[in-house]
């Protein structure tokens, strides 16, 4: 039974018994396998598909989300604060309105999905769309929260990765042990570095037996992790890791080497196609971002990376739902035809 992440692992969590739990019952998302995707991209590979749309606001953001307000709340703040590329904006208003508190967004003003803005907006968020980037909004988020009393709740914010490292746990307690690798797509780096910290936990307290490869895929126009130096004016169709300048930088470089994994990086037809394939092949509707990991695992098979790993269980998150971007979707489908409201004309429409 769904009882959020904090009441289910709580052991390995930051909080009290008289730590006031602020959920909406996030968490225990399904792990899909995907034989006819990975027939199609990685013969040969057991991949499983973490979905993390499935959370209350959509985005695997309110499990770090739950942890950071209730903390906050626990702290005694009256309001919550983040820069956004548009997730974790959804999830701040949400769990600030679960909570009765005030919640603050600076967005970047422009391509932020459609879906993300009415979130933050229909939760009652103070919402500003400021002139310049992601990167620009988290620096004026920062200097605003050390200057009044308001609790900053982006990735440098340490509870969410608290939270979303019960992703992992989720991944091992279903699969029985840890998967061979975990693929998934890289931003800020947050998530990689949680998911990393929450299979060695695990691994530590001896309930699963090994530990996976770490692989991260960024988008090409924004890869500063891979090109190894802040994109001053990142680009790419997937908004959710149009990510110039990522907090956790050292932490997902870390995660890599320590796992023995990597982080690459794919261009935007390659996330577009495995956007499309998705859906299509397994009935899984997920935002752009998603496909970044899915294109990243597909040339690195490829490539002959996975040549030794033959049967080998690859978990991927897919860390938003499609429906948060409804306009990628309809820009890069054939639109329905017209037709008159007659059974003949229907029939010859369909091309029975
Ligand atoms: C936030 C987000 C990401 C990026 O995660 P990081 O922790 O910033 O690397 C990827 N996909 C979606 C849908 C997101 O909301």
Known sequence: MRQGIINTYRAYLPVTERTPVITLFEGDTP???APRLAQAITPGLRLMLKFEGMNPTGSFKD??????VTK???DGAVAVMCASTGNTSAAASAYAARAGIKCVVLLPNTDVALGKLSQALIHGAKVLAIEGTFDDALVLTRQICEKYPIQIVNHINPYRIEGQKTGAFEVCDVLGDAPDFHALPVGNAGNITAYWKGYKEYHAAGISTKLPKMIGFQAAGSAPIVDGAPVLNPHTIATA???GNPASWQHALTARDESGGLIGKVTDDQILEAYLLLPALEGVFTEPACAAPLAGLKK???SGYFNDYDGATVAVTLTGHGLKDPDRAIKNVPHPATVPATLEAVVRALDF
């Not at 499990?63 to 950071?68: C, L, N, S, V, Y």
């Open 72 to 74: 906050a709340v626990e």
């Open 31 to 33: 792990l899909i396998p």
């Open 63 to 68: 499990r770090g989300m739950t942890m950071a």
């Open 241 to 243: 890791i149009r990510i």
């Open 300 to 302: 690195l098979y490829d």
